[in-house]
Nanobody
């Protein structure tokens, strides 16, 4: 069974940094992309950043995190990171990891989600 486990959230002051990690486990044949979304209280879940693995690796960021957040992965592609710098109170949310992958070479591509990790930024 595929699992995504996030870690690294916490309570920080405005201007601080945090690094989130998301590790995949289980039977995975290949991963097409991984990314981070967030959901603040009373708001819809929104895209933060994605990392797509094709013949080259490409990244995509929401406008509100460009220049502050960086998404990256380890060499075996099973773990993705979100380095968050210059955090603002508006960044307070539950951050979710997602992966688009297939469990075997004959499986369909599916989206998997982690349980989320809380990030709270105080002013």
């Amino acid at each position: 069974q595929v699992q995504l486990v996030e870690s690294g959230g916490g309570l920080v002051q405005a201007g601080a940094s945090l690094r989130l990690s998301c590790t995949t486990s289980g039977s995975i044949a290949s991963i097409r992309s991984m990314g981070w979304y967030r959901q603040a209280p009373g708001k819809q879940r929104e895209l933060v950043a994605t990392l797509t693995y094709t013949t080259t690796t490409s990244t995509n960021y929401a406008e509100f995190v460009k220049g502050r957040f960086t998404i990256s992965r380890d060499n075996d592609k099973s773990t993705v990171y979100l380095q968050m710098n210059s955090l603002k109170p508006d960044d307070t949310a539950v951050y979710f990891c997602t992966a688009n992958l297939r469990e075997t070479r004959w499986s369909v591509w599916q989206e998997y989600w982690g349980q989320g990790t809380q990030v709270t930024v105080s002013s």
